[in-house]
């Protein structure tokens, strides 16, 4: 066992490209982590999703070993935390998990919207903070006034903000330096019966599930029997490691200490994260606060573009669902798309996650349809309805009201741009509930309904912002409103997969919007094409898409004979991909375009 | 080449009973690759070449002549098309030596049509004489624009005054002159492209073709336009409102469109190219040179080696240029038969389509023309005028 003297847990909190990853492959290079031979780039980031969108969704950590100035080694856990707001309670669990934080900073492009995000989570955590300004070997560099900005802009004294260039490792042994120096070293009591919080989890094909743990008070060895405080589950402890970052098995972890246990557990959605491990026998009493269950709040239907391909779809989702307890499915039937899965998700980003290893990971072409929230419908009868999909909304006559979800909104942005959030806010029925300053930077807080927001409100926020907001939700409870279901009809016919719930005031400039954007996504067809958005039976907005009028080949004489017909083909074949409505072809990138709002 | 392999809904194997060559007539194409600078716009087989051996390739012409009229014996000739590349830079006595083994090949019509491809610069037109000599009667000018800088854009190497001044020589050597335009180009405007052609009009040949701009993969054109850096060009509406105007321009000046681009003085259209429209035979000599061939009561599909040097090698060492030669289906020949037939004005004979293919056209035609896109009457289908513009999406409908 190690002593808590000897032991620091960091993570690093950064904006995408600031240089992140590129740090921790320097300091797991620079200690010898791992072998020169077997060092790639991002190291840490596992999923090629991750790679190629540089965000982190999956917690991931390392333990570096480093022998200091003084003469003592130390043990440095780094957890590479997720970075987005749909993750915001991962990201928080695993701020929990280490004591403090390297905050990296682009010593050409200054703090921006993520980290700010992403410290404000540190700060909530209790975390030293020490800032590293990065790339300072490139000449538009500007540590001064980065630094400066950082004391502004965060708060927090950076005027002894280790100067690096991850690139180069100029300076990363002054990073590790700072680490054991100026970060606290965790507290916890070795005797006490065994807390450990589960900072992650995930599905591994030879070992099963395989679960990310801090210890924090007591001591856990293989062979132990453990108990998930939260489900009750027991399990017997088959293997205990470190990762390095390659598993290394380890026969104790006593508190302050990071690894991984494996456990002969089924699914990811047995463990939660934010859930205390304890021992079976003589286990603590109290779990760790701050425990939340995953609730999905978007709900979408995802449907196989080729409706014969609606089994590889379900074992697709059954084999994903089992490295990610987060998201949940059930079968469901479409008029227009035919049979797939309605699914729910932590936010949108998740949504695009969870759709993008489908289509990449299991090669299926997918059609998503508008991302909704669960409404509760109350009958004239007295019971209540969950809604999950506005397809299924019952007629009006049995309807006596409808509730639906609000969320309260933090929204940090500077000054200037204000007046743009508040605007957005205020288009998307938001009430204000606070507004306060610290610094340059207006703190806006927001009631506002979840439905507005969660289809493309993250988007439109950073591009107002310039991408200088952060954001954060928490849910607040249901709240009664005017709410009605407007239809798409496309050639007279009606589309349930477009079908979205507005309030009733909105309806008419969404419906006008809706049919708008779908004049620009439905490619012209051999006639002309009404499109309009309908509550009931009344249309409150008509478009009309006019016949195609020019599609042919100049030129066509002997020798292209063959090409041309292939050609032909070819298209014909990609039409085929298209969702046919009566007569009407629709592309599958319709059903999500078509709800994203330009205001 | 496309599946064609036998569809399991093809028409049983003799297929003799009306469909064979005599539906369309019989033609032969001669390819010749070789310009003087290549075309950004231009996706045909064409190249660049320093030194042509011109007795290598007359043999080579000669040879596959001979391996091809031995397998067509007897058929008469209807037409004759010199294209490229840019086959008015063959040498005279070339086309004079390839046109004396074509009569000593095939019977001939009376009436028989040899078109030659030319470019209308100096050069070219000193040899006019010699290619009429040679039996030439038709030129197809590609004069392209009637505008310097736009000529230039298209990497031209003539300006309008030497276009006009090799046409005149045309006129007074040939009995038929065709020329070809390229409309619809960058930054051109409805008005200005009508005051074009009707400057072309006046030029009083007896044939145009009218091809709109597009932009082939491949191309010099087709990558600047992949990087976003060709702008100015119409989009789908302006460019219909250009092909309705030329349609209007033409039938006015009594030059009325018979096929998609080809305008013609009635009887002057081009009977060689009418042989692919009709779906008819034709042998293709030379690289990258495409034939439709019945023989002994089946169609097949021939394709020649398309790199120059390559194919010269194979005539030369293995007495024939052709890489491909495939078996067409009637599946094959009815769709082929329908999506060239429909370019023409005249339309397509329903009967001939369902003697080759088992495919119902009736519910997708009844479609269409309640559209006003097509017109079906005494067993013709015929696409109208609203249907011309818009004809890849009627045949993408008709397709299975």
């Known amino acids: ?599 | 080449m496309s599946a064609l392999v036998q569809s399991p809904q093809a028409a049983p194997a003799p297929l003799t009973r009306a469909e064979d060559w005599r539906n369309g007539g019989f033609g032969l194409y001669i390819h010749w690759p070789f310009c003087a600078s290549k075309c950004p716009y231009c996706d045909f087989n064409s190249h660049v070449s320093a030194e042509i051996e011109t007795d290598a390739w007359r043999n080579a012409y000669i040879s596959e002549l001979r391996r091809v009229a031995a397998l067509t014996p007897g058929r008469v000739l209807n037409s004759v098309f010199f294209g490229g590349g840019t086959p008015s830079l063959m040498d005279p006595e070339l086309v004079a030596a390839i046109l004396e083994e074509v009569r000593a090949c095939w019977p001939q019509g009376n009436d028989i049509e040899i078109t030659l491809e030319a470019n209308p610069t100096s050069v070219e037109a000193g040899r006019f004489r010699g290619f009429r000599d040679a039996g030439v009667n038709r030129v197809s000018m590609g004069i392209q624009a009637l505008n310097d800088s736009d000529l230039r854009a298209l990497g031209r190497l003539h300006s309008v005054e030497e276009a006009r001044h090799a046409f005149d020589i045309a006129r007074n050597t040939f009995e038929r002159i065709s020329f070809d335009l390229i409309y619809a180009r960058q930054d051109q405007t409805l008005a200005a492209w009508q005051a074009e052609l009707r400057e072309a009009i006046s030029m009083a040949a007896d044939h145009l073709s009218l091809y709109q701009l597009t932009i082939e993969q491949g191309t010099a054109f087709g990558d600047r336009y992949a990087r976003g850096r060709l702008k100015g060009l119409p989009d789908d509406d302006r460019a219909a409102d250009m092909y309705f105007a030329t349609q209007e321009l033409t039938d006015a000046a009594g030059l009325p469109g018979y096929e998609t681009s080809n305008h013609a003085a009635p009887g002057e259209e081009s009977r060689h190219n009418m042989i692919y429209w009709s779906y008819g035979d034709y042998a293709g000599i030379g690289p990258g040179a495409h034939g439709r061939l019945t023989l002994d009561g089946q169609r097949y599909g021939t394709e020649a080696i398309r790199a120059p040097a390559a194919w010269l090698n194979a005539v030369t060492e293995k007495d024939s240029g052709d890489v491909v030669k495939t078996t067409l289906s009637g599946e094959d020949q009815a769709w082929e038969y329908l999506m060239m037939g429909l370019r023409v004005t005249r339309g397509i004979d329903l009967t001939r389509f369902s003697t080759l293919s088992n495919h119902d056209l009736t519910p997708k035609i009844n479609e269409l023309t309640s559209y006003g896109l097509v017109e079906k009457q005494s067993g013709i289908l015929r696409v109208t005028k609203a249907g011309q513009p818009v004809l890849n999406g009627i045949l993408r409908e008709l397709l299975p």
């Open chain 1, 1 to 599: 066992m190690i002593k808590l003297s000897n032991i620091r847990n960091f993570s690093i909190v950064a904006h995408i490209d600031h240089g992140k990853s590129t740090l921790a492959d320097r300091l797991i290079q620079l200690t010898g982590t791992v072998a020169e031979r077997d060092m790639q780039a991002q190291i840490l980031d596992s999923m090629d999703i991750e790679r190629e969108r540089g965000i982190t969704i999956k917690a991931n950590s390392v333990r570096i070993e480093y022998p200091a100035k003084d003469g003592e080694t130390y043990i440095l856990n780094l957890i590479d935390t997720p970075g987005h707001v749909d993750f915001a309670y991962e990201v928080s669990r695993s701020m929990r998990a280490v004591e403090g934080s390297l905050l990296v900073v682009d010593a050409t492009q200054g703090v921006e919207a993520q980290t700010l995000a992403n410290v404000y989570y540190a700060i909530e955590a209790d975390h030293e903070i020490v800032p590293v300004l990065n790339k300072i070997d490139l000449p538009a560099s500007e540590p001064e006034r980065i630094c400066e900005q950082i004391e502004d802009v965060i708060g927090i004294d950076a005027s002894e903000a280790v100067h690096i260039s991850a690139k180069t490792g100029l300076g990363v042994p002054d990073v590790l330096e700072a680490i054991v120096t100026r970060l606290p070293a965790p507290t916890g009591d070795p005797d006490a019966p065994l807390k450990a919080m589960l900072v992650d989890s995930w599905y591994d094909s030879y070992l099963g599930v395989v679960v990310m743990v801090r210890i924090m008070d007591g001591t856990v060895r293989r062979g132990d029997r453990i108990k998930m405080m939260q489900t009750g589950a027991t399990y017997g402890i088959d293997k205990l490691a470190v990762l390095k970052p390659q598993m290394t098995d380890i026969d104790v972890l006593g508190p302050g200490e990071i690894g991984v246990i494996t456990a002969s557990i089924k699914q990811v959605r047995d463990t939660r994260v934010g859930d205390t491990i304890t021992t079976e026998k003589r286990g603590a009493t109290v779990p760790l606060p701050g425990f939340k269950p995953a609730q999905p709040v978007v709900f979408c239907g995802l449907f196989p573009v080729d409706a014969a391909e609606f089994e590889d779809l379900r074992a697709a989702i059954d084999k994903l669902a089992l490295n990610d307890a987060s998201f949940s499915f059930e079968m469901e039937t479409s008029a227009a798309l035919g049979f797939g899965f309605r699914c729910g998700f932590l936010g949108l980003l998740h949504l695009e996650v969870i759709r993008d290893r489908l289509e990449r990971e299991y090669d299926i072409d997918l059609i998503t349809t508008a991302p909704s929230v669960i409404y509760h419908i109350h009958m004239r009868s007295g019971e209540m309805i969950e809604l999950h999909n506005p397809a299924d909304m019952p007629d009006l006559t049995y309807v006596d009201h409808l509730e639906e979800p609000r969320i309260k909104a933090t929204i940090l942005v500077p000054d200037e741009y204000l007046g743009d959030v508040l605007k957005l806010c205020q288009d998307r029925r938001g009430i204000q509930m606070d507004l306060t300053y610290a610094g340059a930077r207006a703190m806006v807080v927001y009631d506002l309904p979840l439905n507005e927001v969660v289809f493309d409100f993250y988007d439109r926020l950073k591009s107002v912002t310039k991408g200088y907001a952060s954001f954060d939700y928490q849910m607040m409870g249901y709240r009664e409103d005017a709410l009605v279901k407007m239809q798409v009809l496309v050639n007279e016919e009606p589309v349930d997969a477009l079908s979205t719930m507005v309030h009733r005031d909105r309806a008419e400039a969404r419906g006008r919007m809706m049919c708008e954007k779908l004049k620009e996504l439905i490619p012209r067809h051999m006639f002309k094409i009404p499109i309009q958005a309908a509550i009931g039976g009344r249309v409150i907005a008509r478009e009309t898409l006019s016949a195609m009028r020019k599609d042919v080949t100049a030129k066509c004489y002997g020798g292209d004979m063959t090409r041309k017909k292939k050609l032909l083909e070819k298209q014909k074949k990609g039409k085929k991909k298209m969702r046919q409505f009566g007569k009407v072809e629709i592309p599958q990138s319709a059903f999500i375009s078509a709800l994203k709002m330009d205001d």
